[in-house]
């Protein structure tokens, strides 16, 4: 799904409504109407009554996120549920779609109680009193700091304990940036058309809440030359995604998988990156590590092929050729997961990436063994998997402002291109960008997944979706949105404090099906 900036989204619905009020009409309702679906759907989870039981506050502004919640209003009479419309501009404000939306919504019998001004607002109490909120204020357009009496609404919205569905952004968030306390903190926020790419972020995502999409039928054409190569991935993408399985096959027709990983500190890594690997599809998977921790490492794992590194507690140059002979056999490698930094794995892990001819995945300890002239040398098809401090070492800082992620993008798709490597940043959200300047973006809030291993296990999936056939882009994406919805699967298992990376691995079965 296409992420567009608050300036695609302006001109992607000037455009598609053409100056024609009853096109841009017609969108409007198509928005109006999942808003109202998006609501009865909050009312039923929230509540174990009917939505018609339940009770609802509707606030609009006069341009056209108010009269999508006109239309939202319409639909809600119809539909028996009791709703209040709080409008914080007078009729004759209404102009264009929000006019013709204001007159449909009157035609059901709608009527509209004033809070044009700070009085009426401070006399409006106790909206504990309504099962659901509704706000529908501002939506993109607002510029600015917010005024009266939009700013007593949305601390008296902010105050209740009733769930609130916001229309497209929450009203401040696009003034104040989420910055001021001064925007809706929404339970969930309905998205029309396309998806904001601040929802999803660390700081926008205590204001729009759970952040869904509602598809508007704007033309295809007008998408694709409005994209900038952004791309919304969701767990209902997985299915499309998933490679082939060679029912018939035996197993080095399901993927072969090297991993080179571990040290005499931090085996661990290991064998949470092997055995994400193994739970991921790849048939045949050896894992290259010391033969120091090697009793430690068949202790914990009895499926995969083990290949002791001799000499030492670490990787060294001395190994580096016979991993090279292996990959003849595999159809990829991983290398980084608990590898440490001493200088002779730094040395073997530039000597190896420069050699190797198969798909790559390099995290960890082996991003930290890079330098761009090592990693300019690395010819073959690779996935990096850095987080920001990884990212910085090796490519220099990222832009600060986490909340306006478009210079960040930007810098991904430059470094992926550069280099020719796919780059999966780690955070919230995930970013993805490949060789060919496209960027995939996944959600990602889940404070249980913030442990040490978590990105081991990550490098296993991805690791093993290679060695199944699937193209670098597709295996990080496809790699990311598993160990996600993994994630949220141990999370309701176990909780976020107690879930283990082990646990992800654990729930790595339902994420497949």
């Known amino acids: 799904m296409e992420i567009l900036t608050v300036e695609g989204i302006r001109s992607l619905d000037e455009q598609a409504k053409a100056g024609d009020i009853e096109k841009g009409y017609s969108l409007m309702r198509f928005a109006g109407k999942a808003l109202f679906e998006a609501a009865v759907k909050m009312l039923n989870d929230c509540d174990s009554t009917i939505a018609e039981n339940s009770n609802v506050a509707l606030f609009v502004g006069s341009g056209n996120n108010g009269g999508d919640g006109l239309v939202c209003g319409g639909f809600l009479i119809q539909a028996g549920i009791p709703c209040t419309l709080y409008s914080l501009g007078t009729p004759e404000k209404f102009k264009g779609e929000a006019a013709l939306a204001y007159r449909d919504f009157q035609k059901e019998g709608g009527r509209l109680v004033l809070m044009d001004s700070p009085e009426k607002a401070a006399c409006l109490k106790d909206l504990d009193r309504y099962q659901l909120v509704i706000d529908c204020m501002l939506g993109t357009g607002g510029k600015g700091e917010l005024r009266e009496p939009y700013a007593s609404i949305v601390r008296l919205i902010n105050e209740s304990k009733v769930p609130v569905l916001s229309a497209d952004v929450p009203t401040g968030f696009t003034t104040a940036g989420g910055r001021e306390q001064h925007a809706v903190r929404a339970t969930q926020t309905l998205m029309f058309g396309v998806p904001r790419l601040e929802a999803f972020t660390a700081q926008g995502l205590p204001y729009f809440g759970k952040a869904n999409v509602a598809r508007l039928p704007y033309p295809e054409t007008l998408l694709k030359k409005l994209s900038q190569g952004i791309h919304l991935m969701t767990e209902g993408d997985i299915p499309s995604m998933l490679p082939r399985r060679d029912e018939c096959g035996e197993k080095r027709d399901q993927g072969c998988a090297l991993i080179v990983a571990g040290s005499k500190d931090m085996p661990g890594a290991a064998a ?242």
């Open 272 to 513: 949470l990156c092997t055995k994400a690997c193994l739970r991921s599809g790849a048939g045949l998977v050896t894992l290259a590590s010391p033969s120091s921790v090697m009793p430690v490492l068949q202790a914990k794992m009895s499926e995969p092929v083990f290949m002791s590194l001799e000499g030492g507690n670490c990787f060294e140059p001395q190994h580096v050729q016979k991993l090279l002979d292996y990959t003849r056999h595999v159809q990829s490698v991983a290398i980084g997961p608990g590898l440490s930094q001493n200088e002779e794995t730094r040395k073997a892990v530039a000597e190896f990436t420069a050699s190797c001819k198969i798909p790559m995945v390099i995290d960890a300890d082996g991003l930290n063994a890079l330098s761009e002239d090592v990693l300019r040398n690395a010819k073959t098809a690779t996935v990096l998997t850095p987080h920001r401090r990884e990212f910085a070492r090796l490519f220099g800082e990222l832009p600060q402002d986490a909340c306006d992620l478009r210079e960040t993008c930007s810098l991904l798709k430059k470094k992926a291109k550069d280099f020719n490597k796919t780059i999966l940043l780690k955070g919230c959200p995930i970013l993805i960008a490949t060789p060919d300047e496209e960027i995939f973006v996944m959600p990602a809030a889940n404070s249980g997944m913030a442990k040490g291993g978590s990105g081991d296990v990550l490098t296993g999936i991805i690791t093993a979706l290679l060695a199944q056939g699937c193209e670098p882009a597709d295996a990080a994406v496809l790699g990311a949105l598993l160990h996600q919805k993994a994630g949220e699967a141990a999370r309701e298992k176990f909780g976020a404090f107690s879930m283990l990376p082990s646990d992800v691995i654990g729930c790595l079965p339902q994420a497949f099906q």
